[in-house]
């Protein structure tokens, strides 16, 4: 008697397709590939001009900065590679999918986000890591363990983080009828404020930024570990080793979003 597939290999099938499916055409792929790690450059270069007019930015000088680039842009292009697909949510309820999803014996939230697994979005994670590691080699950082440590997890602590922010900011779109601009403007938003240290923004910016949104948990603070620097914020040391709890803590809340709106839905009527 074959053995009853279980909901962990009916998921890595339908990824494993997903994954078949665009490497069987290489040089699209390729080609997807390299706009992405473009687009991330472009990005890379507004931060770069910045520097071409000051010597420093809200009191970081540019490879301080080029470090919380890094850590933040490789956050979130894992993210952006695990999660997205979660902004079709507001598709799948306009059309009616959603219901379709809601009947098979499937968690609802893994079968949208393994719906289409962009690997193209690799180039993103490839950009920033390229920077991050460039950004580490040359910062003059006084290595020890633990900065070892925080220096390889810091950017998969920061995709759990923009991943639970994308979740719960898409849930919107349970409540509205295309909250797609909303989530766009808290995810992408997000990743645009963690490239930048949080001293160049304004005291109530940066209460969002460390609690509210906990964009600052991303980068800024595990960089200011990283460097050896004290918060000119004055903001407590050990808030800059905070980002696993902080994730943690992000995840339950997005999945509790996340609950709340699907026991909402009522379907289509159609």
Known sequence: MADRATPG????????????????????FALDVVAQTIGQSIELVAVLVVFTQVDALGGFARHEVLVMYGIAATAFGLADLAVGQ????????????????????LGTLAQILSADVALK?????????????????????????????LAATAPLVGAVIFGAIWVGANTVSFWVVDGREFSNSVT?????????????????????????????????????????????????????????????????????VWRAGVRRYQGTGS
Request: net charge positive.
């Open 9 to 28: 290999s009916v998921y890595r099938r339908i990824v494993g397709s997903r994954i078949r499916s665009q490497l069987s055409y290489r040089a699209s």
């Open 86 to 105: 979660v902004e079709e949510l507001a598709n799948h309820i306009r059309t009616g999918e959603l219901d379709v999803l809601l009947l098979r014996p």
């Open 121 to 149: 979005r690799l180039g993103r994670v490839a950009a920033g890591l390229v920077v991050l590691l460039h950004a580490l080699a040359t910062a003059g950082i006084d290595w020890t363990p633990v900065r070892v440590l």
């Open 188 to 256: 992408y938003g997000s990743s645009f404020s963690t490239s930048y240290p949080a001293t160049v923004y304004g005291p109530w910016v940066r209460r969002v930024l460390c609690f509210a949104v906990p964009s600052a948990f991303v980068a800024y603070f595990p960089a200011l570990a990283l460097l050896g620097r004290t918060d000119p914020l004055g903001l407590p040391a050990a808030l800059q080793y905070c980002g696993p709890p902080v994730a943690a803590l992000t995840v339950a809340a997005a999945a509790l």
